[in-house]
């Protein structure tokens, strides 16, 4: 079975950084793509970052182009999410998140699997 889990989150500053890791377990070598997604208070889950397995493709949400980096360790099965120059408005729980198929690799209601979360806290 597959397993993701989230772990990095906690309380920063405006500003600050943090790094998140997303360790998986279970993932088929023709999984479609992962990554990133987030849900804050009052709002929609969205997309925030996802890598294609096929090419390696990235893609990224308006709103942390510049200031959020996705990457992968394939011997250590974990994929992360480097965000640094963080905002308030980024505050939200984080959801690692896989899929096998689909048009596109880091669209909400295409993902099969997902973790449990982490939250991101940024506040002064």
């Known amino acids: 079975q597959v397993q993701l889990v989230e772990s990095g989150g906690g309380l920063v500053q405006p500003g600050g950084s943090l790094r998140l890791s997303c360790a998986a377990s279970?993932?088929?070598?023709?999984?479609?793509?992962i990554g990133w997604f987030r849900q804050a208070p009052g709002k929609e889950r969205e997309g925030v970052s996802c890598i294609s397995r096929s090419d390696g493709s990235t893609d990224y949400a308006d709103s942390v182009k510049g200031r959020f980096t996705i990457s992968s360790d394939n011997a250590k099965n974990t994929v992360y999410l480097q965000m640094n120059s963080l905002k308030p408005e980024d505050t939200a729980v984080y959801y690692c998140?896989?899929?096998?198929?689909?048009?596109?690799?880091?669209?909400?209601?295409?993902?099969?699997?997902w973790g449990k979360g982490t939250l991101v806290t940024v506040s002064s």
């Open positions: 279970g993932l088929s070598l023709d999984y479609y793509g």
């Open positions: 998140a896989a899929t096998y198929s689909g048009s596109y690799y880091c669209g909400v209601s295409g993902m099969n699997y």
